[in-house]
């Protein structure tokens, strides 16, 4: 089949180098336009734009897929299918139109569950132990198109949202070629998602990255992996913002009340409303990330320390 991948962020590059590597013609990308980044903020393509720019592949890159000038460009490119992964905009009716399968895509959680823009963060929020990736037809309406094909994955005891998308992303690569694949000869049909089971899986704010230290230690486990590595779970230190990268949760650990510091010269275990945790690495307010132990020597953090009062401004 002729394909157009549509994809921005790197989770999506491993399907649109298995797309390049298939046995289907890729005639075309599409991903989001060039946004500032770097302390610079200077215009930068997308991972996506950059790797079809590697393998010669022609790069669409509408400010809005609805415009007449991008669908009349995707109509040149004569697609029988769009594979998306993480594109990050709604893609209209008369888009979705265009190709005759569709566009099929990738979707980083067991549908109908956690439909949205952050199904690996709410998943590892909601403390499941089982995820995976499903393709499926897009519609109109959010995630709610009918099911391709299905991959399950488990979700580890130390898995941050970055692990578990990383590995997400290179098996549902395959399953987007074999869903491609059963399109291509009939084998694949699709199937409406169920009603019940559906739940929704919004954006991870910066908001919902702040750590409650008077929730149990394995809510706050999960929060601190569930952010980890964007936008990067957060507390409190004199007033200034801290990050924080996973925790330990302390068996038998002292009894601290919630966001009291323990220190000693190996370790910074903080409570939590049930047991203590203990810090791993952290990053302080214009210093580099370092283990607890050693930010709490340089800074000179004493036992009884409270972390979490007054948030910045």
Known sequence: MRVVFAGTPE???PSLDALATSGHELVGVVTRPDAPAGRGRRLTP???????EELGVPVLKPEHPRDPEFQDALRSLAPDSCPVVAYGALVPSSALEIPVHGWVNLHFSLLPAW??????QHALLAGDEITGATTFRLVPALDAGPVYGVMTETIRP?????DL????AGAGAELLV???DGLDDGS???HEQPEDGVSLAPKITVDDAHVDWSKPAAAVDRRIRACTPAPGAWTTYDRERMKLGPVVVEGNGPDLAPG?????KQAVLVGTGTQAVRLGEVKAFGKKQMPAADWARGVRVTSGTVLGGAQPG
Do not use: F
Not at 158 to 162: I, Q
Not at 165 to 168: E, K, M, S, V, Y
């Open 11 to 13: 989770p999506a590059l």
């Open 46 to 52: 997308s991972p996506v734009a950059r790797r079809a």
């Open 115 to 120: 439909r949205g823009a952050a199904p690996v």
């Open 158 to 162: 130390t898995d941050t949202a970055g």
């Open 165 to 168: 998308l990383g590995r997400l």
């Open 178 to 180: 074999r869903t491609l």
């Open 188 to 190: 694949v049909r699709a």
């Open 260 to 264: 009291v510091l323990e220190v000693t």
